[in-house]
């Protein structure tokens, strides 16, 4: 069992930087594939980021590759999503998504536990 709270989204400039937080309760946090998306108004939710248990595994959308990086400290129950060079495209709420399994997923639907999601505004 896992509860999910976002921190640290806000309104940027574009090419501004920013730095999402996740933080979770559970006993057994270190277990957990950590996943972030997005989505904006009238879309479907999308992927953006997924890190495994280690951290050493991660894979990103083509969207955000060079961009964002995503890390985890299981110590602190924490999972970040580094957000770099923000563009106006960027603009969505964010959410961060948890499953105990063992393998890095991308698919929305293969996650348990969601976050309530923090806004993200990139400006021109």
């Known amino acids: 069992q896992v509860q999910l709270a976002e921190s640290g989204g806000g309104l940027v400039q574009a090419g501004g930087s920013l730095r999402l937080s996740c933080a979770a309760s559970?006993?057994?946090?270190?277990?957990?594939?950590m996943g972030w998306f997005r989505q904006a108004p009238g879309k479907e939710r999308e992927f953006v980021a997924t890190?495994?248990?280690?951290?050493?595994?991660?894979y990103y959308a083509d969207s955000v590759k060079g961009r964002f990086t995503i890390s985890r400290d299981n110590a602190k129950n924490t999972v970040y999503l580094q957000m770099n060079n923000l563009k106006p495209e960027d603009t969505a709420v964010y959410y961060c998504?948890?499953?105990?399994?063992?393998?890095?997923?991308?698919?929305?639907?293969?996650?348990?536990?969601w976050g309530q999601g923090t806004q993200v505004t990139v400006s021109s």
């Open positions: 998504a948890a499953v105990r399994r063992g393998t890095a997923t991308t698919i929305k639907y293969e996650y348990d536990y």
């Open positions: 559970g006993r057994t946090f270190s277990n957990y594939v």
């Open positions: 890190i495994n248990w280690s951290g050493g595994i991660t």
